[in-house]
């Protein structure tokens, strides 16, 4: 059982139908309902921002069966575009209720059924220019450290478990906001790229597949950004 949280994003969508030529696959979303022609694909909408705990009750919710290998997969993210002197603490609030409490929230859900079952794997889906910290990004970058150092402490806490923890970080891929992106910014953002191109989703794919056959690879980070 794969469940991806934030499975509405354009990078999700794409790859999702890949996962489930032999994976079965739990998607979840919250405003933008996906359309997937595939069966092995189930939807479920559920709200980030308000999520409660108690409410995340695991055999109910995904309905997983006895002895079901669990991975977890965050694509869930927002971001907003402002000045550190301008921010709100609604805003604050927003941001680290969807980036990073909803998905400590999940991990803790699934954990105690990880930990019986020996096996788990928790990937995170962050970004090379998320982790850097650009002019106007404060909010999106200190919600992704603080999922980082998350990452970090768990893999140490439950290793033990066979419950791996990793990063992924993501360059630019020819979807959503890149796509959106003036002819004149992309081409600014690929010349920091040694290729010159953007990502294709099937690099995505091939190392969330390699981390889920792992069990020696925790608390690492996977650049995917074309050595940018």
Not at 106 to 118: G, R, S, Y
Not at 129 to 142: I, Q, W
């Given at each position: 059982?794969?469940?991806?949280?934030?499975?509405?994003?354009?990078?999700?969508?794409?790859?999702?139908?890949?996962?489930?030529?032999?994976?079965?696959?739990?998607?979840?979303?919250?405003?933008?309902?996906?359309?997937?022609?595939?069966?092995?694909?189930?939807?479920?909408?559920?709200?980030?921002?308000?999520?409660?705990?108690?409410?995340?009750?695991?055999?109910?919710?995904?309905?997983?069966?006895?002895?079901?290998?669990?991975?977890?997969?965050n694509f869930a993210s927002i971001k907003i575009d402002k000045l550190s002197l301008f921010i709100s603490?609604?805003?604050?609030?927003?941001?680290?209720?969807?980036?990073?409490?909803?998905?400590?929230?999940?991990?803790?859900?699934?954990?105690?059924?990880?930990?019986?079952?020996?096996?788990?794997?928790?990937i995170s889906i962050s970004s090379t220019g998320g982790l850097r910290g650009d002019k106007g990004t404060?909010?999106?970058?200190?919600?992704?450290?603080?999922?980082?150092?998350?990452?970090?402490?768990?893999?140490?806490?439950?290793?033990?478990?066979?419950?791996?923890?990793?990063?992924?970080?993501?360059?630019?891929?020819?979807?959503?906001?890149?796509?959106?992106?003036?002819?004149?910014?992309?081409?600014?953002?690929?010349?920091?790229?040694?290729?010159?191109?953007?990502?294709?989703?099937?690099?995505?794919?091939?190392?969330?597949?390699?981390?889920?056959?792992?069990?020696?690879?925790?608390?690492?980070?996977?650049?995917?950004?074309?050595?940018?």
């Amino acid at each position: 059982m794969i469940i991806i949280l934030g499975g509405s994003s354009s990078l999700a969508k794409e790859l999702l139908p890949l996962m489930a030529k032999k994976d079965k696959i739990l998607c979840l979303y919250n405003n933008n309902k996906p359309f997937f022609k595939n069966k092995r694909i189930g939807l479920l909408k559920i709200n980030l921002e308000n999520l409660k705990t108690k409410s995340l009750l695991i055999d109910k919710l995904f309905r997983i069966k006895p002895k079901e290998k669990i991975v977890l997969v965050n694509f869930a993210s927002i971001k907003i575009d402002k000045l550190s002197l301008f921010i709100s603490e609604k805003e604050i609030k927003r941001i680290f209720d969807i980036n990073f409490f909803s998905f400590l929230k999940f991990i803790k859900a699934l954990l105690p059924k990880m930990i019986e079952n020996k096996w788990g794997r928790i990937i995170s889906i962050s970004s090379t220019g998320g982790l850097r910290g650009d002019k106007g990004t404060v909010l999106y970058t200190s919600s992704k450290h603080a999922v980082r150092g998350m990452i970090k402490s768990m893999s140490k806490e439950y290793g033990k478990y066979n419950i791996t923890f990793n990063t992924l970080k993501l360059g630019n891929f020819n979807y959503g906001l890149f796509k959106k992106l003036p002819k004149s910014k992309q081409k600014k953002l690929l010349a920091a790229v040694p290729s010159n191109k953007t990502g294709n989703v099937i690099n995505i794919l091939n190392a969330i597949n390699f981390l889920i056959n792992s069990d020696y690879v925790n608390n690492s980070e996977i650049n995917i950004d074309g050595g940018m």
